[in-house]
């Protein structure tokens, strides 16, 4: 099974926009020693990421 991040990187070399879901609290700082349990998708491979609030551009969760 492929991670957001690994179809990222394969749309991103084919010129494919991505848009990824997620909710905002993943935007959080985490506290040290906690280990998400999702993959970490590189921004850079994103047009969009989907949210309870709306479309935000990559450099809006910066």
């Known amino acids: 099974m492929a991670g957001t ?3 990222a990187r ?6 494919i926009p991505v848009y990824a879901p997620c909710s905002s609290d ?3 700082p985490r ?4 280990t998400p349990d999702f993959d970490l998708t590189p921004l850079r491979y994103l047009a969009g ?3 309870e609030d709306g ?3 990559p450099e809006e969760t910066r």
């Open 49 to 51: 990421i989907v949210t």
């Open 10 to 15: 394969g749309a991103s070399a084919l010129q």
């Open 5 to 7: 991040g690994s179809i």
């Open 31 to 34: 506290t040290c020693g906690q």
């Open 26 to 28: 993943k935007f959080l």
């Open 55 to 57: 479309i935000a551009s």
